[in-house]
């Protein structure tokens, strides 16, 4: 039985839209579209006088239809978390040309009411990823079909995104029939649909889990995008939720090597050990076959040759395959086929 | 810094409704309020025809608000968790009246035109208690000042709620300055006001918690009712949110014998040594001194000579305070004191 309530299909290929940002700490989202899912975008368009390119070919919204674009994706964000007043003509001007929106931003598309006009008028869809789909269901731990790997964390932050999808991307070029499935606003508009987990009320989370993983054959791979970190004092119960709802067959844990606090608190950062640990004993809940296939170290501070030596240490100490996702090699193959099992 | 952003203060007293319900099971809600909040219950009120009573005098809107009621609560549940169309003209009769209502029912009340429209027509509030309030942040984990004891569950519905406000009566009977803080519907109409932890977006879950029991005196305690269990495969996010932003410096274990599955599910039910520790474990997190003040046996279903037994031995086994608070009696003493400290 396939539940298909997750978020529905979002409509690629994109345009990717970089607002009037001139900071490119800003357009991480447009980022991650490029370096992840750059087949599904034409182009990208800004705001007259923004300084910030995802360095594809620049174009109207116009030229991006002809071209086959479906939608315009807001790639960036601002310090409010708003739809910024000059967005908003380039913004129409989008759906005036035929194209949805996709929205991650925290305030609703069809609260600026030029907007909603608009998309009244030329009949266009106003998409927020952030918004869960309706009716989801309060888990019941019934066992699924098909296998599941949760890139889980010691903190928040560290790399669980970049992980799933670089593991799923190389599942898929062993030839294992995988699916990416994202748990987070930009993991939705990479993969073009999912479950914004944190978004979701609290009784419904690990049920909204459940439903973004469903029934699949003995052979498929779902790999998850995890959220939080069972110790973070704030997000703790979205991390529960997503756990058990997975119900992982492995999980992959990623850390982020300096990082002392947790983001936003005064607590330590836990132990790769203590993480590896506690996502056993609650996963085992809902699958007691749940197994750690290894790290995933983010070493993104570090140079080639100190990230080599972090790696191999942490190797030889945990026992575990240990790897940098992004820097690949050996070790991140070595990573992949203990996660295959 | 005390936060006053948790569900604000319900209007009380209260005229209990009862719709048009025969069978005792759908006015769970009526009892709870007639035998927890029984001073502020002025009265009952019915659809003709209903054929059960919580055996408060009978008496119309106007009756009770010239007593002075100020709402009229929603004291039953069907099985649809909708307002019936009988319930229409009782309801805008008590608006007309002017008491206010509220409800704990899956629909909103300003869902039925009839309702709404006799609410704005006589400047009335419609209130309902599953939603919670706006602009609730995220947890952060900063200790706060004064005591705190939750109740967790080795299960959904075992007695929490019940034990919480049985300890919480007990600790003011012996001069302590305590608050029962609800955190579900029932509970919330019972205390005049709460945090609906189910409803809230998971995200938030663990920062609605901290603003329920905000910083106090070091003598004063909250008492918190518990939600679900960190075993439910369905709701232990709603459990790791709530025991995480509670930071209780002390847990009681309420325990159902007879439970062998958990509710809605084929999971069998947790132990209680396995609950114990694994809310010591995952409470330790946000407040490294919590201990457990002992177990809370529902033993409704036995009789008094085995409810005495059971609780002698389950005492001895765990070397722990064991009672069940609805009997008292020496072994509800002891849980109190040890509870204390």
């Known amino acids: 039985m396939t539940d298909t309530r997750a978020a529905p299909t979002l409509p690629q290929p994109y345009l ?14 447009a980022f991650g579209l490029r370096d992840w899912a750059g087949d599904k975008c034409v182009g990208e368009f800004a705001c007259d006088g923004a300084a910030v390119s995802a360095g594809l070919e620049r174009m109207t919204p116009a030229e ?59 009949g266009r869809r106003l998409i927020d990823v952030r918004t869960p789909p309706a009716g989801i269901p309060v888990g019941t731990g019934v066992k ?88 973070h004092p704030g997000f703790a119960a979205v991390s529960l939720g997503l756990l058990h709802g997975s119900q992982p067959d492995v999980i992959v844990v990623c850390h982020e090597p300096d990082r002392q606090k947790m983001l936003g608190t005064t607590y330590p950062t836990p132990s790769v050990e203590d993480t590896i640990a506690l996502n056993l004993e609650l996963g085992r809940r809902t699958n007691p076959a749940i197994r750690c296939g290894g790290v995933s170290l983010n070493t993104a501070k570090l140079s080639a040759t100190e990230a080599e030596r972090l790696i191999t240490a942490e190797g030889e100490r945990l026992g575990l395959p240990v790897a940098d996702p992004i820097r690949g090699g050996v070790a991140f193959d070595r990573l992949v086929e203990y996660c295959l099992g």
Chains 1, 2 share one sequence.
């Open 16 to 29: 990717l839209f970089l607002g009037d940002v001139v900071e490119p700490g800003y357009a991480k989202t």
């Open 64 to 122: 991006a239809r002809a071209r086959g674009a479906r939608s315009l994706v807001i790639g960036v964000a601002n310090s409010g978390g708003v739809i910024g007043d000059s967005w908003v003509a380039p913004l129409v001007e989008a759906l005036e040309a035929g194209l949805d929106i996709v929205s991650g931003m925290h305030v609703r598309l069809a609260a600026v009411p030029a907007i909603a006009e608009a998309a009244a008028k030329h």
């Open 144 to 231: 699924r079909s098909g296998k599941r790997l949760l890139a889980v964390g010691t903190d928040c932050a560290v790399g669980k995104k970049y992980t799933a999808l670089a593991l799923a991307n190389a599942f898929a070029a062993r030839g294992v029939d995988v699916d990416f499935r994202a748990t987070g606003q930009t993991g939705i508009m990479i993969a073009g649909g999912g479950m914004p987990m944190d978004a979701v009320v609290s009784d419904f989370e690990a049920g909204a889990a459940e439903i973004l993983s469903p029934d699949a054959d003995p052979g498929h791979w779902d790999v998850i995008e995890g959220q939080g970190s069972l110790f």
